[in-house]
């Protein structure tokens, strides 16, 4: 499967999409476009796509949510698939699962079976925790819960909440009574319980983005009365990696879009894509497209094999995936012109509803102080764990297992140093670019102690955060080598190669973000040279550095130009990695069996395809030049090193 075919998210998920049960059906019936066509429309109307649920729930999906079945694989899954289609309809599904998590992770056996059949009934649930004087800070809440016989009864209001006016389950934060102690309540919409009008929101016009105000409503408490705070940093430690999936699927449709449009649109007497400047927007976005979607699909599959232990990934995932999808569309913006900016040409809405994924679950800001602790833990060499690829080999390697069961895991953190495992992808690739990011991670790392030892890191949180945000987008570089790179995969434990158009898009998201991100850490240091700190290290941001990225790009570039130039046509680079057994989906496109080869009826174990086994040699035993970084890519969709 090529970009224009599938979303990133499940072109690279290790595991198949045929045993993520209902979620092949689901992405058939959002794929209709008389879907599409009702989907537009609850937009415009501002109105719940109350038909579309309807239809899902036929197809089951309440399973994916349920507390007695769901998986962090199955609910990312569905997030990246939805927001593929429709922001309204992505978060308007997603916040179940959000919900739901606190039973999950401490909630009672009755509890979880109560909610279970709220929602096989057609119900939905909504976690309220902001109110509009406070924002963020969870600590001001006002909405209070006190004491009524063997219960409790919440009084308050809650904004800006997600299923606000509509959803029957209401997972909610409140105060014990005068106390500062918090505790998470579930309540069930009763006559108590008064819905405010909806909020007029630019991005998910068709949400149900309102208010609730509680006037004595029955509740009973989630775990400990006291410990909602303890309960909602767990959940949110989870939920994260899910953003990071609404994200991606939000990167592949708008990729997916602006990829038709300008190979239809034909404005100087051929179309579009062939202009220069419009397929480097293309480039671009493809780029950013694998790295969004190797970001959440690696969280997915840590939080699905350590539950709140990949807190780091999770976070990493809610930042960077969050950020280059508003990137990845405005690519596509500059794409369609001002017809991006025309809702009836659609793209309008996509330009809306990424923006929202930035604030759930916590702001970018808010992520950035956890990033930048955690890259101060870095810099003091407190990991001692290695490169951490066995964990996350046997993570990728693990089938879902109940969310209920990774939600209660209470492992050591998961966050190896970034440096050490660059050196091993390193290792095991000849592209010099994957030693640059590691080059590059080694230099941020050291910065970040220059800075702690001249006193700029504990006064200046704009240059922490700073720092923290390069963190995220290296990270998100190696997520991408580690699914993507051929010989790199081996190391995560995964067979076979990823797409010929993934393979190019690594490339070039290794040669135009790792140049990037060499020069924003230069910026890092001179700012830290001028306000006359002691002296940074200087490995960074020289010619030599950032060569060694942008080297993948002419390769690559030239790769992603004939996929985008060339209409589809049956044959192997159509489909989805080179790997033994059926497609990704576990099926041709219209929905029958393989036998297991390719269409040519070569075999997919990548024996008879030119480039680079898993130890960086040619298939056939030939070398590959280091030089060239991303020219396999290139040969496999018949472009060649140019």
């Known amino acids: 499967m090529t970009p224009d075919e599938t979303s990133a998210w499940q072109r690279l998920c290790p595991r198949p999409m045929a045993q993520v049960d209902p979620l092949p059906a689901i992405a058939r019936h959002l794929d209709r476009p008389d879907t599409a066509r009702r989907l537009a429309a609850a937009d415009a109307s501002r109105t719940p796509p109350d038909d579309v649920l309807a239809d899902l729930r036929e197809i089951g999906v309440a399973s994916v949510y349920d507390p007695a079945s769901a998986t962090a694989v199955h609910v990312n899954a569905l997030n990246a698939v939805a927001a593929r289609h429709s922001g309204s309809l992505a978060i ?11 039973l999950c992770i401490t909630g009672t056996p009755e509890q979880r079976d109560r909610a279970g059949a709220v929602l096989r009934g057609g119900g939905a649930a909504a976690l309220l925790l902001t109110e509009l004087e406070h924002g963020s800070n969870l600590a001001r809440t006002n909405t209070r819960v006190d004491p009524d016989g063997e219960g409790y009864r919440l009084t308050g209001e809650k904004h800006l909440i997600n299923g606000g006016s509509r959803h029957d389950l209401l997972v909610t934060l409140a105060r014990l009574g005068d106390t500062d102690r918090f505790g998470l309540f579930l309540a069930e919409r009763d006559d108590t319980v008064t819905a405010l009008p909806p909020w007029r929101t630019l991005p998910a016009t068709a949400a149900d983005i309102s208010g609730v105000r509680f006037a004595g409503t029955p509740a009973e408490p989630i775990g400990a009365p006291g410990d909602g705070l303890t309960i909602l940093q767990l959940t949110l430690a989870l939920s994260r990696g899910g953003i ?78 969050c950020e280059l999808a508003e990137q990845t569309v405005g690519e596509g913006r500059a794409v369609l012109g001002s017809r991006a900016l025309v809702e009836e040409f659609g793209y309008a809405a996509r330009v809306r509803d990424v923006l929202l994924y930035g604030v ?16 101060e833990r870095f810099a003091a060499g407190a990991d001692r764990s290695g490169d951490g690829y066995p964990v996350l080999a046997e993570a990728y390697s693990r089938p879902p297992q109940p969310l209920v069961r990774a939600a209660r895991l209470r492992l050591r953190p998961y966050a190896p140093a970034p440096a050490a495992r660059a050196a091993t992808l390193a290792a095991r690739t000849d592209r010099p670019a994957v030693a640059a990011l590691g080059t590059l991670l080694t230099g941020l790392v050291d910065l970040v102690a220059v800075a702690r030892r001249c006193g700029r890191w504990a006064t200046d949180q704009a240059w922490r955060f700073s720092a923290a945000a390069v963190l995220a987008e290296a990270e998100a570089l190696l997520a991408a080598v580690e699914l993507i790179d051929p010989g790199c995969r081996a190391v995560v434990g995964l067979p076979g190669r990823a797409s010929a158009a993934d393979e190019a898009a690594l490339g070039y998201a290794l040669g135009w973000r790792g140049a990037e991100l060499a020069t924003r850490v230069e910026v890092l240091a001179a700012d830290l040279r001028a306000d006359g700190g002691a002296a940074a290290p200087d490995r960074l941001g020289d010619d030599d550095l950032v060569a060694a990225f942008a080297g993948e790009l002419p390769p690559a570039r030239a790769a992603l130009r004939h996929w985008l130039t060339t209409p589809p046509t049956d044959g192997p680079d159509r489909d989805g990695p080179d790997r033994d057994g059926p497609d990704r989906d576990g099926s041709d496109r219209d929905g029958s069996d393989r036998d297991g080869s390719d269409r040519d009826g070569s075999d997919r174990d990548g024996s008879d395809r030119p480039g680079p086994g898993p130890d960086g040699s040619g298939s056939d035993g030939s070398g590959v030049d280091a030089a060239t970084g991303a020219s396999a890519a290139g040969d496999r969709l018949g472009v060649g090193t140019r």
């Open 244 to 321: 990071g999936s609404l994200a991606s699927g939000a990167a592949s449709g708008a990729l997916a879009q602006a990829v038709r449009y300008a190979r239809e649109r034909d404005v100087y007497g051929q179309p579009i894509v062939h202009l220069g400047a419009i397929a480097e927007h293309l480039a671009r976005a493809a780029a950013l497209d694998v790295l969004v979607a190797a970001t959440a699909v690696k969280a997915t599959f840590l939080i699905n094999a350590l539950g709140p232990a990949a807190a780091y990934a999770a976070a990493v995932a809610k930042y960077a995936c």
């Open 360 to 375: 759930f679950d916590g702001t970018r800001h808010i992520l950035l102080d956890q990033l930048q602790w955690r890259l």
């Open 92 to 102: 308007t599904l997603g916040v179940n699962a959000l919900a739901l998590l606190p």
